[in-house]
């Protein structure tokens, strides 16, 4: 069975960090992309970073650049969002997902174009 399976959230103040991992089971991440996206309670779900596994080239939105790093480790087929100076509105439910490797960063924005989603793991920032 191939799935993955994201973790590392939790309840951090304000200023703090944590960091998230997606551990692919079953299968490898290849010539995949490998998203991170957001949804808070009552909006939609939106973009954070993406990593090409086969080349590493990263995307960032401009909230995350400066504070996130998405980096991956082949070993452990496990991509890991690190994210520092955390704020409260940074509360959400964050999802890893998969898609086709491409360089537009047009098309790392979009979830409808990906194509397997995490369970996702909750994120609470407190003030």
């Known amino acids: 069975e191939e799935y993955f399976v994201e973790s590392g959230g939790g309840l951090v103040q304000a200023g703090g960090s944590l960091r998230l991992s997606c551990q692919a089971s079953g299968f490898s991440f290849g010539d995949l992309a490998i998203g991170w996206f957001r949804q808070a309670p009552g909006k939609e779900r939106e973009f954070v970073t993406a990593?090409?596994?086969?080349?590493?080239?990263?995307y960032y939105t401009d909230f995350a650049e400066g504070r996130f790093t998405i980096s991956r480790d082949n070993a452990r087929n496990t991509v890991y969002l690190q994210m520092n100076s955390l704020k409260p509105e940074d509360t959400a439910i964050y999802y890893c997902?998969?898609?086709?490797?491409?360089?537009?960063?047009?098309?790392?924005?979009?979830?409808?174009?990906?194509?397997?989603w995490g369970q996702g793991t909750q994120v609470t920032v407190s003030s």
């Open positions: 997902a998969t898609k086709d490797e491409d360089y537009r960063y047009s098309d790392y924005v979009r979830p409808e174009l990906y194509d397997y």
């Open positions: 990593v090409s596994w086969s080349d590493g080239n990263t």
